[in-house]
């Protein structure tokens, strides 16, 4: 497979991430919806929430409730569309891998089960969103019912909260978005990088799709193809949306930070571009 | 051991004292007749009788009902006449009897059986068909009560509060005798083929009528003698007993009746070492140099006397003048006598003349006329029972003024704040007489906040271990007193043959009800503390529930037993089973522990009686039988596959 093969691939696999969000905002949808049901079935008076120990003792039982949620059946099955992306990542980089020699896929299969695992159990654990929804919101659901809230006002601020309205992804997308995006994008470039090493190469394209998100420190170095050392080296150098564990070892993975959807692939020295050589024999890295 | 001569003494000197006050109707005093309830102002029979005697009447109207205190009514008020004093005595209620009752049922608490043991073979090695025979007559065969742990129960703790100084005595309460021949005579010996029963019995302090601790005991018994009464015999002459360490002496009147004189015989020669009656004791006192007891109670009787007043006083009040009173116009009175045509005319009579038998001369008659009674005044209520308001007159102008008809008749109530303030004394002084006994009162609390009175488990503990100090004493000498019957009636039936009864009394004992375990409990999960403390708690909430329930305490046992998540709340179950520290089995058997037990014990798996180890295990395993298999959602088995690929 061409790395333009693979790189038309990589866009289908890039889908997968926005299509797991996209039902994550419906899953908040459905949580809005539950959480109002489950407000109305409090004690009220006079259309208000009735501050006392009964409604209470019920506040952990209605983020109980919620948290079943997050194994309803339609969130479980994006989140097994998304899981079963990494087989589509991992036969690219494969299929591609092979090109450039033999490879043994017993590593990537273990670390593909892995990151499958993380991914499910992220996505699918109440506890995962504990900061940005269930205690917030459990906090909010106390708050108005020692002020004696009106239920119909209170709903839409608990709704929002979870939903976000117009302006923001809600809570779930909110914290979701850049793992879900980095999760797929680091496994795809820790699988490249284990080819790499295991077939020894030293030189890798720096290739993905453009986005308005782009940032400068992939811009620089999108198209190009880069010597092994001169990546090492990028792993100390600062630049803005960097994820703090970048090193020399890690930047193979990381790349350019947050939302970096780049793949490094590993690539034949034939295949190097002219400009691209005489740059590394310049730093004498060739 | 008293010999004849001494008992002679004994007797002689409490006969001449008495004897000037004797009289064949009864018993005087100053040429008063003594009331047979209140028997004071006798001579001194010992140093503090009177004393003793008069504060068993000032505590009575507390605690036996029935009993009217006449002498705090004479001293409250000594002008009223008899017609009042008998109105009060009818109307009188004992409203402080219930706090006697709740001050009894906190000193049977402490003889509850949890709180001690007895053992009716302590010397087991030794001849125990005495101890099952013993134990026998102890627990069932004391004439009335059965038992004599029902009459301690029932009656000790009434007369130990009432009566410092009274008596109780064992002895059997008639021996049988045969007649037998010793040395050519006719004499009359014990039965040796009899067993004696003896029982317990209360002597009221005003029938004793000597001591000396330990040693001797004197007391007028309810038994009459046959003395004579001019030339006839009755059943009137007083019995006394007089039981010291070795002999129980019968002084018997006999003769004529007026001379008072006695008759004094050996009854009965028990040879026990010690006398067979004791005080009931209380609180020791010294009177005129001698030791004497006094009742705990004495000193809540000040407050509770002044409630009995005031209550007395409220009831009458209330009846007297609480009520408003009609006021309404009235007019003279116009009834004309139809037989002498006499006219009331609002005087209040009728007076006509009539001839008086000379020629010409008249009479003059008059009554009281029976339309107004005498009042002059008659009421203007219409047929209908509607008072009628005359219109006012013409004036100068020719208009009727028209009379205000609102002020013809009108409802006079008196001011109640004085009555009022009376109810409030009487709250303050039942509460005051409430808190000398250590009885918790509804104004030891605080505010929790919600609105609600409440005593936190720390102000309830201080008031338990204020009342633990004011029963233990009591229940002490309730104990000795228990002692000292079963002792009797051991060393009676049995003599050298009976060794012994072991009494272990309460060193401690539980005052505190399923409420105070209750309180204790709630702030042990608020302030968090460890679960063997929580358990704890529970346990003794648990014991404290279902102490009536003797199988309902077992069954909790077992169930208790089994659940190893018994004491910890809901919130660190939930916690631990989100951890996998503990399995959904034992949340299993933690919330349905009772129909799991239920279950076991229909099927007639294990009986209640089997060791707990084998509920356990029997109750974990129908535990894990009823865990839910998981069922998994397509969507689920979607994930899991593509997880697995």
Known sequence: ?286 | MLTQEQVLEIWEGKRSLMKPHYTVAGWKWNGRWIDKAQKHELPELWPGYNRAVKEKEIISPHVEHGFFPERLFKERAPNQSDEELAYMRANFKQVTLPVYKDCQNTILRALHENNWTIDYAPNSEEDSGVAIEFKEYVTEGVEVFGSVLNYVKFIVPKVYTLDSMGLISVLPKYISTVTQEVDGDAVEVIDPDTQLEPVPQYISVDKVWGFQYGKWYLWLTEEKSMVKRGNEEAKEGIVLLLVDEVNVWRIEQTGEKYKFEFNITLWWEHGRGYPLATHLKGDPVLRDGSACWQSYYLTACEPLDIVLLDTSYLQASKAHCVFPHMIQLGDDCEFIDPEHGAACGGSGKLRWWEPDGEAGALKEHWKTCPACKGQRLVARMGPQGKLLVRPGDRNSDGRTEIPNVSEALSFVGPDVSTLAFLRKEIEANTTDGRAILHLSTETQAVQDGSGTDVKTATQSGIDLRATYAFVKPISDRIFDIYYFILKGIGDIRYGDNFKGVSLTRPTSFDMKTEDDYMRELEQARLANLDPSAIWKLEWQWVKARFQHDPEAEAVFSIITAADDLFSLSEQTIQSQLTQRVIEPWQVILHTQKVSIYEEIAREGTLKRADDVKLWKAEMQKVAKSRVPKPVVSPAMEKLQMAIAK
């Open chain 1, 1 to 286: 497979m061409s790395f333009r093969a693979f790189l038309e691939r990589k866009k289908k696999t890039d889908q997968a991430a926005a299509k797991l969000l996209e039902a994550m905002g419906s899953l908040q949808e459905r949580l809005a919806d539950r959480l109002a049901t489950l407000l109305s079935q409090l004690d009220i008076k006079a259309g208000s929430l009735v501050p006392g120990e009964a409604n209470a003792n019920r506040i952990g039982e209605i983020i109980s409730i919620l948290h079943q949620q997050l194994n309803d059946d339609p969130w479980t099955e994006a989140v097994a569309d998304y899981v079963e992306n990494y087989d589509a990542i991992t036969e690219n980089v494969l299929k591609y891998g092979r090109t450039l020699g033999r490879l043994d896929d017993g590593f990537l299969s273990a670390l593909k089960r892995q990151f499958k695992i993380i991914s499910a159990e992220y996505l699918t654990s109440a506890a995962s969103f504990n900061l940005e929804l269930w205690i917030p919101l459990a906090e909010q659901i106390g708050g108005a019912i020692i002020s004696g809230a009106p239920l119909a006002d209170f709903t839409v601020t608990a709704k929002l909260l979870i939903t976000g309205g117009d302006d923001a992804d809600g809570a779930l997308v909110g914290k979701a978005s850049t793992t879900v995006t980095d999760l797929a994008s680091i496994f795809e470039r820790s699988s490249t990088q284990l080819i790499a090493d295991e077939l020894e190469v030293d030189f890798f394209l720096y290739q993905g799709s453009e986005i308005d998100t782009t940032r400068e420190f992939c811009l620089e170095r999108l198209g190009k193809a880069w010597h092994r050392e001169e990546i090492e080296q990028w792993g100390d150098e600062e630049w803005s949306g960097r994820i703090p564990e970048t090193t020399e070892d890690t930047i193979f993975s990381f790349l350019g930070g947050y939302n970096c959807r780049h793949v490094l692939l590993p690539l034949a020295e034939i295949d190097v571009p002219e400009p691209d050589l005489a740059r590394m024999k310049a730093k004498e890295l060739i």
